[in-house]
C-alpha cells in the first residue's frame, strides 16, 4: 500500500525559500512512471509544479529557475524521497502543495497523492 506524506511547509517573506519534503511509502523507484509536485492556490485549479519523469526533471514556466526537483531513492528500497527546493519565493507561489507519483503498470497506473503542505508567501 502506497502512503505518501509532505512536510516542510511554511510562512516565509517574498523572496525567501523553503525545501519541501515528501516520502512515499510503499513506492520504489522501479513503482512509477512520474513522481513530482503539484499545487492548488485557493479558488483555483490544481496545477503541475515540478516532476521526475521516468529520469527527466520537469517544471511548470512559472518556477523555472526558482525551484529545483530532486530525489533520493538509494536510502530504502521501499521508500521514495523527492524533495522540492524553492528559491525566491513570490506572494502567487502561496497554495497548498501536494506530492504525487503516478504508478507504473504494477500499480495499474494508479495515482497517489499526499494530504499537502501548506506554503504561504507574504511580508
Known amino acids: 500500500q502506497v502512503h505518501i506524506v509532505e512536510s516542510g511547509g511554511g510562512l516565509v517573506q517574498p523572496g525567501g525559500s523553503l525545501r519541501l519534503s515528501c516520502v512515499a511509502s510503499g513506492l520504489s523507484s522501479w513503482d512509477y512512471y512520474a513522481i513530482g509536485w503539484f499545487r492548488q492556490a485557493p479558488g483555483k485549479e490544481r496545477e503541475g509544479v515540478a516532476q521526475?519523469?521516468?529520469?527527466?526533471?520537469?517544471?511548470?514556466?512559472a518556477v523555472k529557475g526558482r525551484f529545483t526537483i530532486s530525489r533520493d531513492n538509494a536510502r530504502d528500497n521501499a521508500k521514495s524521497w523527492v524533495y522540492l527546493e524553492m528559491n525566491d519565493l513570490k506572494p502567487e507561489d502561496t497554495a497548498l502543495y501536494y506530492c504525487?507519483?503516478?504508478?507504473?503498470?504494477?500499480?495499474?497506473?494508479?495515482?497517489?497523492w499526499g494530504q499537502g503542505t501548506q506554503v504561504s508567501v507574504s511580508s
Open positions: 521526475f519523469n521516468g529520469d527527466i526533471p520537469e517544471y511548470a514556466d
Open positions: 504525487h507519483a503516478w504508478g507504473s503498470r504494477l500499480l495499474r497506473g494508479r495515482h497517489f
